[in-house]
Nanobody, 119 residues
Framework: QVQLVESGGGLVQTGGSLTLSCAAS????????MGWYRQKAGIQRELVAT???????NYADSVKGRFTISRNNAKNLVYLQMDSLKPEDTAVYYC?????????????WGQGTQVTVSS
């Protein structure tokens, strides 16, 4: 089992910045993908950004140029730097980890952290 713990959410004004962090612990394995998803009220959870342990990144079009995902593989950490925040970025942000092992594909989720952007 892998546990994911997020931190860094909060309230920020439009145009402001926040950094989310996620720490993975437990039975860590590679290869893996870590990333961030978000869920707005009444809407299905959506991808924000992902990054493989080989540093390949993927971003939602809505956050390209404003958000940056990064990792510290030695410490099993993933970050999401969010700049130029907009009210539509308001959501619960979830850390996600996918591991591909000999036993199969495993997916884990954090508990979520609220990000609120005021206009």
């Amino acid at each position: 089992q892998v546990q994911l713990v997020e931190s860094g959410g909060g309230l920020v004004q439009t145009g402001g910045s926040l950094t989310l962090s996620c720490a993975a612990s437990g039975r860590i394995s590679s290869p893996n993908i870590m990333g961030w998803y978000r869920q707005k009220a009444g809407i299905q959870r959506e991808l924000v950004a992902t990054m493989t342990d080989g540093d390949t990144t993927n971003y939602a079009d809505s956050v390209k140029g404003r958000f940056t995902i990064s990792r510290n593989n030695a410490k099993n950490l993933v970050y999401l730097q969010m700049d130029s925040l907009k009210p539509e970025d308001t959501a619960v942000y979830y850390c996600n980890r996918i591991e591909m092992t000999l036993r199969g594909r495993y997916e884990y989720w954090g508990q979520g952290t609220q990000v609120t952007v005021s206009s």
